[in-house]
């Protein structure tokens, strides 16, 4: 059953997220996750950033009939995929700002990948799409922080700038539940906050630590002119020799083009 914003003939989206853990794990089933995912774009997180493993990702993405669409060290690990059917009309990383240390600790960096996208719709397309693959930190303030530059009216990177009115999706690894406080920031920042598709839909799964998961923390985020149409997670036996996290893939329905 399709629930969600009401609006006519809408062409269908499939977004994806997973946090791929470095690609530490096992590459073979990851990409049967992929492949099993189907999506038109794929959130990625914890994708490795040093020098020399550039080409893994430019691999992943290939083996799994996708294509990278967005990447690099800004992102701090974020990255976002596109199956070939889509129309990628931007694509951009930017660092999020986060200390060097904490106390005497080194803070991981943070960033986010986002690409702006739109899919066909019979013989026309749907309206433009600004898909956000984001990873909040494991301190609490930080998160909050980085909420507040995420939310709907936080403008777009570089070449993504001039869709900065898009409906947005952000989709990733939130290191919180959905009562944590980052999410109720990303649920009420103006214009209208974003739903969480896992709930509209019902599909309230538990996402980490995949082999036994018990807390949410991965989810697809939407913006209000989106309806969500299903949320699941790949029916792949050995998900969790992929990686660490499920992951999420939520069916979309995007308004035509204006």
């Not at 994806?16 to 530490?24: K, M, W, Y």
């Not at 914890?46 to 996708?66: F, K, N």
């Not at 920042?189 to 018990?214: I, Q, Y």
């Amino acid at each position: 059953m399709e629930v969600g914003a009401p609006g006519g003939e809408r062409a269908r989206l499939r977004v994806a997220t997973v946090n791929v853990r470095e690609l530490l794990d096992d590459g073979r089933v990851l990409r049967e996750v992929l492949r099993a995912a189907g999506a038109d774009v794929v959130c990625l997180q914890e994708v490795p950033t040093h020098p020399l493993a550039g080409h893994r990702l430019g691999d992943l993405a290939a083996d799994a009939g996708l294509w990278v669409v967005a990447s690099g060290r800004a992102g701090a690990g974020t990255a976002v995929l596109a199956a070939s059917r889509v129309d990628v009309r931007a694509g951009a990383v930017r660092a999020l700002p986060t200390p060097r240390w904490r106390g005497r600790r080194p803070v991981r960096r943070r960033g986010t990948a986002e690409a702006v996208v739109r899919v066909p719709r019979g013989d026309s397309w749907s309206c433009e799409v600004l898909v956000r693959s984001v990873h909040l930190g494991l301190e609490e303030g930080e998160r909050l922080d980085h909420a507040g530059l995420l939310v709907p009216a936080a403008a777009p990177a570089g070449p993504c700038a001039p869709w900065a009115g898009a409906p947005l999706v952000l989709a990733g690894d939130l290191n919180e539940g959905p009562d944590g406080p980052a999410r109720g920031v990303l649920r009420t920042g103006p214009p209208g906050g974003l739903a969480d598709a896992a709930e509209v839909a019902g599909a309230t799964f538990p996402t980490f630590p995949a082999r036994a998961p018990r807390r949410r923390i991965d989810a697809v985020l939407v913006d209000p002119r989106l309806a969500v149409a299903a949320v699941s997670t790949p029916p792949v036996p050995r998900a969790a020799d992929a990686t660490d996290h499920l992951a999420v893939v939520a069916d979309l329905l995007v308004p035509p083009a204006a």
